[in-house]
Every structure is written in C-alpha cells, then in structure tokens.
C-alpha cells in the first residue's frame, strides 16, 4: 500500500473534479469532523475489517504518561466536545468519494466502504468529570467500542482533550495564584493555534476559574458576556485626529460610559494624573485602567496613588509566574488580562493506548513507554478535605474509603446525563484545586500526592506481561 504524499494523485483519479467534492477551503465544520483524523486510524480500520477483526469489543485508554515540567497537576477538561463528536460520528458519501479518489484504499475491502456509509458511535465512555485533578497515568477518558470505532476516534479526542486540558490547567494555577477576588480575563485569540482552538481556549478557562473572555464569538456561544477594554490603535488615531490622548479617552466614554482605559500608549504616570483631575473635577466617572508594558510594579503603585479608587488591570504575556512575582513585589494590580502564556506553552502530551480486547488485558511494553493493561479506575481517598492518595486498580475492585472518579457518560452512543454547564464545572475546579495538598500546587518542584497501584493491577500487569513473551 503506498501512504507516501503524491501530489498529483487526486487528479489523476478524476481529472473533471479534483477534489471529488472535499472543500479546498481549510475551514471545519461539524460534518467535517469524522475525516478530521491522522490516516493511519483509516488504514488500520480497513485492516480489521479485512481481517474480520472490526467488531470486537475493543477499550482504548487516554492518559497522560508524565505532566508537563513544572506541573504537579492537570485539571481534566475538553469532555464535552469529545462527546458531541461521537454522537455525530458519520461520514456523508462525498467524504467516502473524497477517500477513494486518493487511491491509497485502492486494496481496502468493500465491506470497508459499506461500514463507513452506516457508521455511527455505538459504544459506551468512562471519563472523570471536567475540572477534575488527574496525574500522570490516571485515565482521563476511556472508550469501549467496536475495534474500528474505537481506533477511528482516536485522533480527534486527543485533540479536543489535550489542548482544552493544557488551558484549563494553566487557567487554574493562574487563578489559584491571582487569589479569588482578582479579575481574570481570557485574551488569548490571536495568539491560539487556530480559531477553533480559540473557542475551546476561551471555554477551558472559563471552566477553569476565569471570569471573561474577550472572544465574543466564544462568550455568546457559552452564554457568557465577553469582556475588555481598548487597543493602543485607537488612542493613537483619536489622539492624532482628535488632538489628545485625553479628547481620545472623552470620545470613547462618549459610547462606553466609564469603561477601562489603556493608559500606557504614551506616558503612564502623566495620564493617571490627568484622570485623576478630571475625577476630582467630577468631570468622568472610570471603571478601571489597564497597563500592557513597562515596569508593572512600580508603575501600578504610582497609579494607584493617582487613582485610588479605580481598578487597575495588567496586561502584556503574564503567566502564573509573572503574576506571583507581581504579588511578592507589591504590585497594585486588581485583575490580569491573560493572553499567550494561558493558550500556549509546553504540551499535555496525552495517549490513547489500547488496554483490553475481547476482555483479552493488552499492554505497550516499549522502553520508557509501559502501559497497564486491563480496563481502570482511579480510586481517590481524602483526609480532611485534602487528597491523600490516588489508587490506580481493575473497575472489578471497590477499595473502602476512596471515591471512583471515571464515570459512565456515554452509553451505546447515547448521553447518560445532559452536559454540565460552565458553573457547575468551574465550581468543580476550585474544589478540586483547593483539595491538593501544598506542595503540589506549588509553582516550582511541585510534587504530586502518592499514586499507588492495587495489588490486583500490579498481579495483571505480571501476568500480561508473561504472556507477551
């Protein structure tokens, strides 16, 4: 079977329509997302059904093998979008046209066509809830389908997955430093990897404890109210046309009464001074002010001696680093406006590993990329609120004193409950966050609670790894 790129091989299938009907524009949509996949999930599924192996029962795992450096934990998130493209699993006949049209199936069974054309999600999902405290190891998400099912949805749970678990973690930390009663904001659009991305960004940190997002498509979509405040560019052209930065800010409060204002286009000090007249003048009422450059401590300090009774806000690639750093050193600072550090950085290198086959336990054995066989839960046990252990062992176990935290969610491809809203998941967050124990929060060396695997798994893990030999 030839895989390797030929660029002209779509058109030598049909000359008349190249693309046999496959969009050239790289937009997405719902109806796109069965193809929105790596093609080896397409080969190895006509291979099953080839081999006759495409129905049995297969339970496929997602799961981190270690966290990101400098991370003590990840806080579960993307679910929901998992599960709405698994309840609209289908491929339309222009997609299997399209398919067929590259000629890399050229050897695939028919039997593989007629499954594509009938295909839908019938097997069943375990996942812990979003805005859950997982660790390395612990399955976030496990599918138990038919082999072709399974193997075909690989691809596009890890992406909604990952990315929305990166953001939701790195959201959470920042709000766990900032403290409850600062203003967070999602900023991050221009700097997400892709407009899709920048919704599922601006989701997962709303789920994660932030308070708005500046994306208005995102915030009207999550029945949210977006948030923010201006860009240099209009002080500057209002000040060039219009004469002043101060006849700027007058002309935008003229549509937005008392609206933050950026005041660091030109000098930070002299505009909070000349704001701070006109609010003693009773001249303008001011919500807030934001800073995006310069010394934020000592210039936020001078702020808010001017304006002691206005918000002031910081901006400019703050990460929960930064905004710790900014605590420790006195800043002034009410609210942060979070942007690239919140939604990029280093990766939740997530897995999808197949655990069990016709109730046959399967594991990886490669070095340094071991997998426990058998199909898992995570049993979490607390001490006065706090997490003291997690338990890795077989869903046949029910160890005393620990909470089972992956649920059933889908079941032969239907819902189990309606989805969560972003309250209850925010909620969901804070709680778990506030249950790590000290030292995992930590920013720096965090160190995650014990993680302990039940003699049950340890004696599979023995046994399967035998009978691989």
């Known amino acids: 079977m030839r895989i390797a790129p030929d660029r002209n091989r779509l058109q030598e299938a049909d000359p008349k329509q190249p693309h046999s009907g496959i969009d050239r524009e790289l937009t997405v949509s719902c109806e796109d997302n069965s193809l929105l996949t790596d093609l080896y999930q397409l080969t190895m599924a006509a291979c099953y059904v080839g081999e006759g192996l495409d129905g049995r029962r297969a339970s496929f795992e997602l799961f981190v093998r270690r966290l990101p450096e400098r991370f003590g934990y990840l806080i579960a998130m993307g679910l929901e979008q998992a599960l709405e493209y698994l309840e609209k699993f289908r491929f339309s006949q222009t997609q299997i046209e399209g398919l067929k049209a590259t000629g890399i199936f050229a050897h695939a069974p028919e039997e593989f066509w007629s499954l594509l054309a009938e295909a839908r999600f019938t097997g069943d999902v375990w996942a812990v809830a979003e805005g859950t405290a997982i660790f390395a190891n612990e399955p976030l998400l496990r599918v138990e389908a038919p082999l072709w099912q399974a193997q075909l949805v690989e691809t596009y749970l890890l992406n909604a997955i990952n990315y929305q678990t990166l953001i939701g973690t790195r959201a959470a930390r920042m709000r766990d430093v900032a403290g409850p009663l600062a203003t967070l904001l999602e900023f991050g659009t221009r700097r997400a990897f892709s407009p899709q991305g920048a919704l599922w960004a601006a989701r997962a940190a709303l789920a994660a404890g932030l308070d708005a997002t500046s994306n208005v498509l995102a915030a009207l979509k999550l029945g949210e109210k977006p948030s923010g405040t201006m860009?240099?560019?209009?002080?500057?052209?209002?000040?060039?046309?219009?004469?002043?930065?101060?006849?700027?800010?007058?002309?935008?409060?003229?549509?937005?009464?008392?609206?933050?204002?950026l005041i660091d286009t030109y000098d930070t000090v002299a505009a909070a001074q000349k704001l701070s007249q006109r609010l003693q003048s009773g001249e303008m009422q001011l919500a807030g002010v934001r800073l995006d450059s310069g010394d934020l401590v000592t210039l936020s300090q001078q702020v808010r001696s001017l304006l002691p009774g206005v918000a002031i806000f910081a901006s400019g690639d703050l990460d929960e680093w930064?905004?710790?750093?900014?605590?420790?050193?006195?800043?002034?600072?009410?609210?942060?406006?979070?942007?690239?550090?919140?939604?990029?950085?280093?990766?939740?290198?997530?897995?999808?590993?197949?655990?069990?086959?016709?109730?046959?336990?399967?594991?990886?054995?490669?070095?340094?990329?071991?997998?426990?066989?058998?199909r898992k839960q995570i049993f979490r046990a607390?001490?006065?609120?706090?997490?003291?252990?997690?338990?890795?062992?077989?869903?046949?176990?029910?160890?005393?004193?620990?909470?089972?935290?992956l649920q059933l969610v889908l079941q032969q491809g239907q819902r189990v409950k309606p989805p969560e809203t972003l309250a209850e998941i925010r909620q969901r967050t804070a709680t778990n966050v506030a249950s790590l124990p000290r030292e995992t929060r930590h920013l720096d060396n965090p160190i995650p609670p014990p993680i302990e695997i039940s003699a049950s798994l340890a004696e599979l893990t023995q046994k399967t790894q035998k009978g691989n030999r």
């Open 322 to 374: 930064e905004i710790a750093r900014l605590k420790a050193a006195g800043a002034c600072i009410d609210g942060y406006g979070l942007g690239t550090k919140l939604v990029t950085g280093s990766p939740v290198n997530g897995v999808y590993k197949l655990v069990e086959i016709d109730s046959i336990p399967t594991m990886k054995q490669s070095s340094s990329k071991v997998t426990y066989p058998g």
């Open 231 to 261: 860009a240099h560019s209009l002080v500057m052209a209002l000040t060039a046309l219009e004469g002043s930065e101060a006849e700027a800010f007058t002309a935008f409060h003229r549509y937005f009464p008392g609206a933050p204002l």
């Open 382 to 405: 607390f001490e006065a609120s706090e997490i003291r252990r997690d338990i890795l062992g077989l869903m046949s176990e029910t160890p005393t004193d620990s909470q089972p935290l």
